[in-house]
Structures are given as structure tokens and as C-alpha cells.
């Protein structure tokens, strides 16, 4: 996918829920309603105007069969709209609807999802997402395959238990201005010796993602319905995704091959092409912050997760969409031209969708007449 | 507002899966006390082993046996095992290099002297479970072992066959929940426990929802006025069931039917009784009957009113 080519859709409008420990006994369309108001009223389109619909979400946080179906409702599904679903993670719904979107069979596409871990003990559900064969039957919990991976770092000497202590501290001081993320301040001293017990030696408390009930929506728009629906559009350069082998054992843990290769293909290398200004990076877990920096090479110049990133709320789900929603929002706010957004499924970092954003012109004006014109020719 | 319902919610599912060759014979090895990896088309040595190269998604077939004592190449510790996972007691979770192998293998590392006493690079071998099925968990831990360097030479070939050889396994798998139905269906039904059936109204199209999910699904909008409707409504269609369902406690024939209570705007399904099956009609009018301390009615039956005309129910079919 060439920038030309891919830069026709943009997103132009996100929200997302106060993620908490638990909703307050909400099912999941009532959780998701108020996200779906939201992104709509910031666009002023209703349900019946959106040319395709795509969510994402797992009947094993759920515990239920088909459970998307129900959510379906808080979308004005009737008369029948076309619709998609995913069981993952948002982000891969928003791949979807964008392909859609780039195919010129729609022209506008409602992206969401959700999730309420608050059903079930996440990290045991999780366990059912791997090789029921080698892996399944020892129900490794999320944590401990987790725990794995950031011993492997630290043995290559690649990171320190002080550094990550300060990744878990900058994220939710970062979250401090985030009033959607869960985990906001907090005690974590970046520069006194890790504090925190052990949960899963190597990791100890701050470098755990929070439990989250959450939901994010999105909207995309493509060319001029773009730039009739917002005055700043943040323009999709590319996209990709790559997976890895499954086992564990099979991969170098301490590096993301899969993530390099989204990056590559998303344009984030592109020679010529303006810097970082800002990464959303869907790292749950302290160490793969530092796995994805690397594999992103990330410098001083970007500015890591300054939502506060999955260490201040993750919703499983809707966690990596959020990514996107928030690398999204920076460049609708003129506080970013450039942004790559980054989310992840599976063990230890198995797949990895790689998105870069751009904004129109320079950051400081965006205005719709400067930079891009229609049929998204880059800046 | 209520106190919202919740329930525990216990789900499994005892997935069967069949095996190819390779995982036929590596699972089929354990049980034996044989552990087998599979050789790749780069040469390397995988274990556990897969049907197919990692790298060229080519089908690999070519098994060698490997050693039963490894080199720990991660570790992490599990100070809190939870239910299912090899050991009761603290342990460490270990990616195990065989010996001979090029690839890890995930298992338990027993360690009853604690995290101080487990390191990368540690030797340890198998611990075989007492009895073995032919699973992963034949192996039933890994333990400290000493000391030694992997032995030199490069594992030898195995034709991977044994007498009764396993061809699947039963993935028995349990997961716990607590399930809410939500604000709306939780108001649906305490008013269902006093009797009364209450539906939601949408502020948009003014359609009633029976029972309410909390949102109307033509708008995309959040339903919040309640709206008492019935008891009485009319039955919209039906059909008559000739065959029995597994557990259920009802005399077959029985009639099965839509009913639009009134003030509802859509139909929702119950059992019709008290009425000759082949005398249930669309248009009939029914009414609740509940039984002693039921959360749901029992059955409908009929009011003996006239039957309904066609134009009050036909958007409601």
C-alpha cells in the first residue's frame, strides 16, 4: 500500500468510556450506548447515515455465545445495516472497515468495541486463547507467559527493573490528565528502588495493566466526507499487521519481528517522512513497552503513550482501538502531525497491527485547504 | 435505581480434538516416556513439535528424540498456582531447552526451595507423571537436575511409532463468571417476581420493548421510561411441539406461541395451555398464569374474550 494510495481514510472522530474495575452491573450495550452517542454527536451523523459497521469483541470475556449480537442493538441495527464483527481486539476491526473504506464500497465506517472483564478472572480466561494442545492444558495465565517475557529482557540486559518501574510511573502520571484511564497518578518513585512486591517475580504490582471494564468507538471517513465531517481529519498513511508463531518457545521474546514488519509496511520508515511526535503503544505489561520501542525504533523525539497507555486502563478488547483513537485524537488537536498507534493480541506479543497517522499540513493551521487535497495526497 | 442482578455462571466445554501425525506421535511419546521433536526445514529441532515448518509452513515429518534434561532459557515465578496448572504448591513456570532441541518447551518447574533457587541457564529434567494418557501433562513437572553440560551430538532419528498409538485428546476446560443481565433486564425482572410485566419505552420511535435489553435497536438509543404492559395480549402466531426436549418436564403435544401483550410493541414467546391444541388460533386472546414462587409465568391460557382482529396485531407477527 503505497501513502497515496492509503491516505484517503481518515479517522475523524473517537470516544471511548471511563474504564473502571468493574461497570456498574451495566450489560454491554448499556456500557456502550453513551461511547456510541459520543462518537456520533462529534460528527453529527446518526446510526442510519453510516455506510458499514464493524466491532470487536470476545464471548470469553462474556461467557456467552454470540454475545455481539446483543450489542448490536445500541447501534440501530434494524432496518438490517451492514455490519462486521471480530473476535479481537477493536484495532483489527478498524483494519477491517478501512479496507472497506479504501475499496470505495462505503464512505463513512462506525468502529467499536468493548469489553467487561469484570465477568470472569481475566488472566485464566486468557488461557483459552492458546494451543490447546501444548499450552492450554497448563491454563498459563496472561501474567506468568508475561512475567516470561520480561525475564528474557532483563537477561539480555536490555532493560532493569528501575526502568520499568519508571515506564509504569511516566504512564500513569501521564494518566493523571486522562480522565477515561483507571489508573491516574499513583505512588510508583521512578528514580527509589522498585517498592512493589513481587506478583509474578520478575514483575512486580506497577508493572501489571489494570483489570478494565471499558468500550471505545471510532469513526472513519473517507476523501471529502472526511473533511465535511471534521476540520482537522487524521489521515490513516498505512496500516498493517503481522503475527508471529504461537508457541512461546518457538520466538525470541525479548524482540517483535512482527511489529517491525507492520511498522515497515504502515510507511512508519518511510524515508523523507516527518518524525514521531507521539506512539500509542498497546503494551499491557512494562517490558513490551521497552520490545516495542525497539522494534518501532522509537527515539527521544516521540512522546510514549501520553494517554497513559493499557498501564492506566486496558480493556480488553477495546484497549488496542483505544491506541489508535488516542494517536487519533492528538493529531484532531493540533498536538500532534505525525503518530503511529500500535495494538496487540495473543501471548507475549504474538500479533501486532501497526498504524501511522498524519495530520494535514503543519500541525499549526490543519486547516482543510492546506496540505492534503482530495483523494488524500500526501503532505 | 435497583440493585442489579447477578448470578454465578459456570461454563465448560470438553472440546475433542483430533491429532495429525507429529502431535500424535509426540503426545503418544510422553506417554511412553519418550520425548520427541520434529526437525524443520532449516534444520532445527522443535519440541514440542509442530505438523508444519514455522518458517515455510511446509509439512515436516521427520522426528528425532531429544533428551529428557534441558536448560532453563526464561523462568518466572508463580507464588499463587491457580486451578488446573501442574503444581499445587509455588513453583516456576520454565521455557525448557531440551537437550538436542532448538526450541523451548513451556512447563512447571518444581522448586521447593523458592525463586532464589531457580536462574536462567539452570539445568533440569523431567519429572513424569504417575499416570500418563498421552497429554502434556504426562509430563508432570520439571526438576532441578545437575549441574552437567548438554551432552554433544545431535539427537537421533525416531520413526515416532508405538503400540496404541493416541489419535486425539478430550480439552476439558471450566471458567467461571458472574453474569448481570444489566440495569434494564434487571428491572424487568423484579417487576417479573411481583407479577407485573414491564417493558421499556423508546424516546424516538415510542416502540415498547418486551423484555427490555436496554436499548432500542431501530434508534441505536438508550431506553429509560418503563411501561407497564398486559398481563392480557393476543397470541400473534404459534406451533404446535411433537417432540419431547431433553429435560424438560412437559407433556408433549404443546402449543408454543408469540404473544403481543398489550401495550407491547413487539411479541414475546410462552407456552399456551389450557386449550385444546388443535383449537389455538392466531388472534386468541391469553392471560399469565403464574405458579407458587416463579420468577416467570408458567403458561397462558385463555381469557375467553372474542379473539383479536387481525389489524390490532399485524405489524406485531
Known sequence: MTRTEAGQVAVVAFAQSRHERATDGSSEVEMLLPVLRDVLDRTGLSTGQIDFTCSGSSDYLAGRPFSFTMALDGVGAWPPIAESHVETDGAWALYEAWVKLLTGEAETALVYSYGKSSAGDLPEVLTRQLDPYYLAPLWPDSVSLAALQTRALLDTGATSERELAGIAARSRAAAADNPYAQLRGGSVDADAPPADAYVAQPLRRHDLPPVSDGAAAVVLAAGRTARRLTARPAWIRGMDHRIEAHSPGARDLTRSPSTRLAAEHAGLFDPGAPPVDVAELHAPFTAQEVVLRNALRLGEETAVNPSGGPLAANPVMAAGLIRIGEAAARITRGEARRAVAHATSGPCLQQNLVAVLESDGSAEDGSAEDGLTEGGEGA | ?317
Open chain 2, 1 to 317: 435505581m435497583d440493585d442489579v442482578l447477578t448470578a454465578p455462571m459456570v461454563v465448560e466445554f470438553p472440546f475433542t480434538r483430533s491429532l495429525g501425525p507429529v502431535l500424535s506421535a509426540f503426545l503418544t511419546g510422553l506417554r511412553e516416556r519418550t520425548v520427541l521433536g520434529v526437525t524443520a526445514t532449516d534444520g532445527r529441532v522443535v519440541v514440542p513439535p509442530t505438523e508444519y515448518d514455522p518458517v515455510t509452513a511446509e509439512e515436516v515429518r521427520d522426528l528425532v528424540e531429544v533428551g529428557q534434561t534441558g536448560t532453563v532459557t526464561t523462568w518466572a515465578w508463580n507464588g499463587a498456582p491457580r486451578r488446573g496448572q501442574p503444581l499445587a504448591h509455588p513453583f516456576a513456570w520454565v521455557l525448557v531447552r531440551l537437550d538436542g532441541a532448538d526450541t523451548a518447551l513451556l512447563h512447571a518447574l518444581d522448586a521447593p526451595e523458592g525463586p532464589g533457587s531457580v536462574s536462567t541457564g539452570m539445568r533440569v529434567r523431567v519429572r513424569w507423571a504417575q499416570e500418563r494418557t498421552g497429554a502434556i501433562t504426562d509430563i508432570a513437572c520439571f526438576e532441578p537436575a545437575p549441574h552437567d553440560p548438554p551432552p554433544p551430538g545431535r539427537p537421533a532419528a525416531h520413526p515416532g511409532t508405538f503400540p496404541e498409538p493416541v489419535t486425539g485428546i478430550v480439552a476439558a476446560a471450566r471458567l467461571d463468571y458472574t453474569y448481570s443481565p444489566g440495569r434494564a433486564q434487571t428491572r424487568y425482572l423484579n417487576a417479573l417476581a411481583e407479577h407485573r410485566t414491564k417493558g421499556e419505552r423508546c424516546p424516538r420511535c415510542r416502540k415498547v420493548y418486551v423484555p427490555p435489553r436496554g436499548a432500542c435497536p431501530t434508534c441505536g438509543v438508550a431506553t429509560g421510561e418503563q411501561v407497564e404492559v398486559g398481563p392480557a395480549g393476543t397470541v400473534t402466531t404459534f406451533c404446535v411441539v411433537n417432540i419431547k426436549a431433553k429435560g424438560l418436564d412437559i407433556d408433549v403435544p404443546y402449543v408454543y406461541g408469540h404473544i403481543a401483550l398489550d401495550g407491547a410493541g413487539l411479541a414475546l414467546h410462552g407456552r399456551i395451555a389450557g386449550i385444546p391444541c388443535d383449537q389455538v388460533r392466531m388472534g386468541l386472546r391469553v392471560e399469565p398464569v403464574w405458579t407458587e414462587g416463579g420468577r416467570h409465568p408458567d403458561h397462558y391460557r385463555p381469557t375467553g374474550e372474542p379473539d383479536a382482529a387481525y389489524e390490532t396485531y399485524k405489524e406485531l407477527l
